[in-house]
Nanobody, 124 residues
């Protein structure tokens, strides 16, 4: 059974840092692109960042310079380091895997597997 399990969410203050992790199991993810999406209350799910199977990365403009995505060689662990958090970063964060392999997909429809999400709340 394929599973993606996020961890590391929580309540932090603006300016703080938080590190999310995603553990993938049930099949090999070595050749998958991995991504993070988020959904704030009352808003659509949005792309945050992705990492290709060869380590290429892409970020939404609002997090560039603050967030960093990484993955291990086996491809079954993905992390999202979030620095200088802002109030508008508050959302449920989802890990996802895309079997498209190459590139860094930005559309949720390009992703085949999803985690349950982890809540990140940034307070003032």
């Amino acid at each position: 059974q394929v599973r993606l399990v996020e961890a590391g969410g929580g309540l932090v203050q603006a300016g703080d840092s938080l590190r999310l992790s995603c553990a993938a199991s049930g099949r090999s993810f070595r050749n998958d692109a991995m991504g993070w999406f988020r959904q704030a209350p009352g808003k659509d799910r949005e792309f945050v960042t992705a990492i290709s199977r060869d380590g290429g990365t892409a970020y939404v403009d609002s997090v560039k310079g603050r967030f960093t995505i990484s993955r291990n060689i086996a491809g079954n662990m993905v992390a999202l380091q979030m620095n200088s958090l802002k109030l508008e970063d508050t959302a449920v964060y989802y890990c996802a895997a895309s079997a498209t392999g190459w590139g860094t997909p930005r559309r949720s429809s390009d992703y085949n597997y999803w985690g349950q999400g982890t809540q990140v709340t940034v307070s003032s």
